[in-house]
C-alpha cells in the first residue's frame, strides 16, 4: 500500500456498526477474545483499534476502546479483552456475552501505530500485559504474508497463566522465519522456569533489542508507565525516537 493509499485509509471517516458475536474464547487468565462478524467492516491494518458501545436498556451508554487482535487478512475482527475488576465494561464482555450477543463497534482508528511487512524491520515488539493484543496482529499478518522480516517480541506478563496467546506465540517461534519471542514473568514464575523474571529495564533491551544501528522498528504498548520506561530506555540505548513507535493505554482499560 502506498503512502497515499494510507493516508486515505486513516482519514476515512468511521461510523458506528452493529456486530454480533461469532465466537467467545477463553485466551487467559482473566482474559477474553471476541471474534466479531461485521458485515460492513472495511479492513484496517495491523495495530489499529475500533471503539466499542454498550448501551443498557435504560439507555445509559458506555464507550471503551480496543486494539485489534486480528490481522488483516481475517475476515472477522478479534479482540482480546482483559477484565478489569472495577471497570465499567470488560466484565461484561469477558464474563457475559454470548455468542450471538450484538454491540456496538466504530473503526479502525489509529494511523500512526501500524506495520505493514511492506515496511521491512527489523522489527522489535515490546508488551506489557495486553499491550500484545496488537502487536499480535503485527505477528499474524508477518505470518499470513509469509515475511522473514527479523522479529523480536519482548513481553512482560505477571505469570505464565496471565500470558495471552501463549501457544500460538510457541508455535509461530517454532516456524524458523525470524520470529523470536523474549517472555519476562513478574510476579509469578514456575519453579521450572529458565527464561527472564521481573520488568522490562534497560539491561534486559540491552540484551533482546536489535542494535541501534540496524535501525528497528520498534513498537511498545502497555499501560502508560510500562510504554514510557521502555521507549526512554530505548532511546537511552541509542535507538531514533523517530523509529520507536508506542501505544498506551490507563487504568480504564481504553487505548489511548
Not at 477484565?83 to 479502525?108: A, I, K, T
Not at 502497555?222 to 535507538?239: D, I, K, Y
Request: aromatic share 6%.
Amino acid at each position: 500500500m502506498s503512502s497515499a493509499t494510507r493516508a486515505t485509509e486513516f482519514t476515512r471517516p468511521v461510523r458506528w456498526q452493529l456486530a454480533t458475536v461469532a465466537d467467545a474464547i477463553a485466551e487467559a487468565e482473566g482474559a477474553r477474545t471476541l471474534v466479531l462478524d461485521l458485515p460492513n467492516w472495511p479492513g484496517h491494518l495491523a495495530g489499529q483499534h475500533v471503539d466499542v458501545r454498550l448501551t443498557a436498556e435504560d439507555g445509559y451508554q458506555a464507550e471503551r476502546s480496543y486494539s485489534i487482535g486480528s490481522p488483516p487478512e481475517d475476515a472477522r475482527l478479534a479482540l482480546t479483552i482483559e477484565l478489569l475488576e472495577d471497570g465499567e465494561v470488560s466484565p461484561y464482555l469477558v464474563d457475559e456475552v454470548r455468542e450471538g450477543d450484538m454491540f456496538e463497534v466504530r473503526g479502525p482508528i489509529g494511523g500512526w501505530f501500524t506495520w505493514q511487512a511492506s515496511d521491512g524491520g527489523p522489527l522489535l515488539l515490546v508488551a506489557g500485559g495486553s499491550g500484545i493484543v496488537p502487536l499480535m496482529a503485527m505477528i499474524r499478518h508477518r505470518a499470513n504474508v509469509h515475511s522473514e522480516v527479523p522479529t523480536r517480541l519482548l513481553v512482560s506478563a505477571r505469570s505464565l497463566e496471565a500470558l495471552l496467546y501463549r501457544a500460538e506465540l510457541d508455535s509461530l517461534a517454532s516456524a524458523g522465519d525470524g520470529l523470536e519471542v523474549v517472555t519476562t514473568l513478574t510476579r509469578e514464575a514456575p519453579d521450572d522456569w529458565t527464561g527472564h523474571t521481573g520488568r522490562v529495564d534497560g539491561n534486559l533491551l540491552r540484551e533482546v533489542a536489535f542494535p541501534p544501528d540496524e535501525l528497528p522498528r520498534v513498537y511498545v504498548c502497555g499501560p502508560t508507565p510500562f510504554v514510557e520506561n521502555v521507549a526512554e530506555s530505548l532511546v537511552r540505548l541509542g535507538h531514533d525516537p523517530a523509529l520507536v513507535k508506542t501505544e498506551r493505554f490507563g487504568p480504564t482499560g481504553g487505548t489511548k
